[in-house]
Nanobody
């Protein structure tokens, strides 16, 4: 599975941004998809994940109520809708694929390149 994330950019605090991650391959729906982020000097952290069937979602406490993960298996794409952005959301955001809906980066087998999100105050 090859993943490509895009949609990052500069946004003012309080604003929205939507990230997309396009996947190659015909087995996309069999993978759980996750979004992670990494700020400069910090470890990569879990943001959100969604099961292959689009039934189960998980979120980090820091983004609950502000971010929404979704997927379109017909388009082999997973999305991260980010609302009410805060300066502390500034990071490189990565999408990843796993057989399990887990928050641990080590459980993910495939990674896309990061897309940078910068939130100005």
């Amino acid at each position: 599975v090859q993943l490509q994330a895009f949609g990052g950019g500069l946004v003012q605090a309080g604003g929205p941004l939507r990230l997309s991650c396009a996947a190659s391959g015909r087995t996309f729906s069999s993978y759980c998809m996750g979004w992670f982020r990494q700020a400069p000097g910090k470890e990569r952290e879990f943001v959100a994940a969604i099961s292959g069937s689009d039934i189960i979602t998980r979120y980090a406490d820091s983004v609950k109520g502000r971010f929404t993960i979704s997927r379109d298996n017909a388009k082999n794409t997973v999305y991260l809708q980010m609302n009410s952005l805060k300066p502390e959301d500034t990071a490189a955001y990565y999408c990843a694929a796993s057989r399990y809906i887990n928050p641990l980066p080590t459980d993910y087998d495939y990674w896309g390149q990061g897309t940078l999100v910068t939130v100005s105050s």
